[in-house]
C-alpha cells in the first residue's frame, strides 16, 4: 500500500486466511517487520487479536457523524 493504509482498510498484503502475502520480502514495510507481537497486545487467540485492532482503528479514527 504505497500511501499507507488507513484505520478500516484491509491490508491489501493479507491472504483470506490472514496470512502476509508478503512475509520475508523487501517489499514488507518496515512498520510490519518491526512489529512485536506480544500476549498483551495480540491476545491469545485471533478473535482477541481481531477485537482488539478494531478498537484501535475505532479510536484511530475519531468521531464520526454529522
Do not use: H, W
Amino acid at each position: 500500500m504505497p500511501d499507507g493504509k488507513s484505520a478500516g482498510v484491509r491490508c491489501i498484503n493479507l491472504s483470506e486466511a490472514n496470512q502476509c502475502n508478503i512475509y520475508g520480502t523487501p517489499e514488507r514495510p518496515k512498520v510490519c517487520t518491526s512489529f512485536q507481537a506480544t500476549e498483551e497486545l495480540c491476545g491469545r487467540y485471533t478473535s482477541e487479536a481481531l477485537e482488539f485492532i478494531a478498537r484501535l482503528e475505532a479510536v484511530t479514527l475519531g468521531p464520526t457523524g454529522p
